[in-house]
């Protein structure tokens, strides 16, 4: 409660919670957990064999046949796609999919937009979307239907501006708004990985990697990293079974899921006192078998555990410990809400 001028009683705290309630109840999935109206999500990978078009034709076609995607229910709304696919790949994508005579999916190539300016360009979408009642709008991959230049997918004020009608849109018409990205060679975690500027993660409400997951799996499968100001999980094992894509959980893998838990549990908490991987497997009396070792890679790509290098029996070798809770959960606040 904050009391005003004059005396005037302002009921702040009422309102927040009542503000917070309201926006709650008002997040809307058509296809979880990239398209929500009045939200802008980004989907980062590799540009090839991560299997950005994979996922969202299937999201798009659950979303237009009202099917299951990562076994949440969709919500059927037409969709728009303006994509900078070839013809023949993207018309062998649709085929896949068996989206090719959906009347509700709406598609401009990226041959009839060249040369046109962005603001133009997002005018002309708004007519568009406002005229064919779309519910989800794609645009794959968002840097090259932009025309933006490689020294503008750097800066941070070239990416807002390409960002901002894009929300405007999506809160304005109450509909999705999904952009891809390709990733950068040197890879990165979520929210980082993406090509060019981190400005499109700030500027996104949901961003998401794809790419295949560690371990012996499935060529189907796919880990799914999840970076949101929503209330969503931080990863997901997905699988594409026939035309759907099944959600395993956000820890499928058991042994190495396990493997991390006694790895953390038993790691030092100080540069000073860490210890060879051998060293910690010992005292936990655990074996460095594959599962450990798929798991001291993901910890370390995590940055649950830091190394340090120790001369062990005349050679070098890396030690490791474990980052202190506070400052992990510092960390992840601070991840989670960019």
């Given at each position: ?6 005396g ?22 058509l ?55 070839n013809p ?22 990226w ?49 807002d501006?390409l ?52 371990g ?31 959600s ?14 006694v ?16 060293q ?10 594959k599962?450990c ?21 005349g050679?070098?070798?890396k ?20």
């Amino acid at each position: 409660m904050i009391v005003g001028g004059g005396g005037r009683r302002i009921e702040c705290a009422a309102e927040i919670v009542e503000l917070a309630a309201a926006v709650a109840e008002q997040v809307e999935f058509l296809a979880y957990p990239h398209a929500v109206r009045g939200v802008v999500s980004a989907l980062d990978g590799e540009p090839k064999g991560s299997g950005k078009t994979t996922y969202h034709m299937r999201g798009t076609r659950a979303m237009l046949r009202g099917e299951l995607f990562l076994n949440h229910a969709t919500q059927r709304a037409p969709v728009l796609l303006v994509t900078e696919e070839n013809p023949r790949t993207l018309k062998e994508a649709l085929r896949r999919a068996d989206l090719e005579h959906e009347r509700d999916l709406h598609i401009i190539p990226w041959t009839s937009l060249v040369g046109v300016p962005w603001s133009a360009l997002t005018e002309f979408l708004e007519q568009k979307c406002r005229e064919l009642s779309i519910g989800l709008l794609i645009v794959d991959t968002l840097y090259a239907i932009a025309g933006l230049r490689p020294e503008e997918e750097n800066q941070a004020a070239p990416v807002d501006a390409l960002v901002a009608p894009l929300r405007s849109l999506a809160e304005s018409l109450k509909m999705a708004v999904h952009v891809t990205r390709h990733d950068r060679k040197s890879g990165g975690p979520v929210g980082q990985s993406g090509r060019g500027s981190n400005a499109l993660t700030g500027a996104v409400d949901i961003v998401l990697q794809l790419r295949r997951p560690d371990g012996q799996h499935p060529s189907t499968v796919r880990q799914l990293d999840i970076l949101s100001r929503l209330d969503l999980p931080n990863r997901l094992l997905i699988e594409l079974q026939g035309h759907q894509y099944v959600s395993l959980g956000e820890r499928a893998d058991v042994k190495t899921a396990s493997a991390e838990d006694v790895i953390l549990k038993h790691a030092p908490t100080t540069p000073e006192a860490a210890e060879l991987i051998s060293q910690i497997l010992e005292r936990a009396g655990a074996t460095n078998s594959k599962a450990c070792k798929l798991a001291l890679g993901r910890l370390l790509r995590q940055g649950d555990l830091q190394t340090v290098t120790r001369r062990h029996a005349g050679r070098e070798r890396k030690a490791y410990f474990r980052r202190s809770e506070p400052e992990a959960e510092r960390s992840s606040q601070n991840t989670r809400m960019f």
